[in-house]
């Protein structure tokens, strides 16, 4: 079974430029969630789906911030327009009802 | 709110010694506790839970025992091979909401 997978690895982008970073959750798991580590610091939860709702979407920092899942399948979250301190590793992790989350790799995101 | 504090990395081992990595936390509410461990080049991947005070969780030869009055949850091993260097995080969740608070990480680099 393949797990959950982020692409792309690492992008390297100007400021004020648009990134789309998309994940695909482990196949049968509806719920989805995006979070980010910044500079090292801790890792912080984003928001969540259940299929394709937004079940939890506190974490979202601002409205430059879009992330969607059509369909109830993989998940997009775009950044628009990307500032510095929005460099970082952002991670994807799916999971059934109530069980673990499987992670994903992690985009790492460069704003320059 | 809800906040885990772990120790500050790196944490530089010799082979075969003592490991423990501090973990404290604060939460609104009875949290769910965990130990996430994210090896090089690789996702996060759950390395223990406990569920309720005085629960003990382990998992590759690493403990961990919720202990209600102090509020921690620090992780163990007897004896860490080459193999363990990683970063771990510490986590927790509380009861209706499924989004993970983690703490900032501390890396453990094993020398042989």
């Known amino acids: 079974e393949a797990g959950v997978t982020q692409f792309p690895s690492h992008s390297v982008i100007e400021k004020g430029q648009t990134v789309t970073l998309r994940c695909d959750p482990i196949s049968g798991h509806d719920n989805l969630y995006w979070y980010r580590r910044v500079m090292g610091k801790e890792i912080k939860f984003l928001l969540h789906?259940?299929?394709?709702?937004?079940?939890?979407e506190s974490g979202m920092p601002n409205n430059r911030f879009l992330a969607e899942r059509t369909g109830g399948t993989y998940s997009t979250l775009k950044v628009q327009p990307a500032e510095l301190e929005d460099s970082g590793v952002y991670f994807c992790?799916?999971?059934?009802?109530?069980?673990?989350?499987?992670f994903g790799e992690g985009s790492r995101l460069t704003v320059l | 709110g809800n906040s885990v504090t772990q120790m500050e990395g790196p944490v530089t081992l010799s082979e075969e010694a003592f490991l423990t990595i501090n973990c404290t936390y604060t939460?609104?509410?009875?949290?769910?506790l965990f130990w996430y461990v994210q090896y090089p080049g690789e996702g996060l991947q759950l390395l223990l839970k406990?569920?309720?005070?005085?629960d003990k969780g382990s998992n590759k030869g690493f403990e961990a025992t919720y202990r209600k009055e102090t509020t921690s949850f620090h992780l163990e091993k007897g004896s860490v091979q080459v193999s363990d260097s990683a970063v771990y995080f510490c986590a927790l969740s509380v009861a209706g909401r499924r989004a993970l608070t983690f703490g900032s990480g501390t890396r453990l680099q094993v020398q042989p």
């Open positions: 992790a799916s999971s059934r009802h109530t069980g673990e989350l499987f």
């Open positions: 406990a569920t309720k005070a005085d």
């Open positions: 939460a609104t509410g009875y949290p769910s």
């Open positions: 789906f259940v299929k394709e709702s937004k079940q939890d």
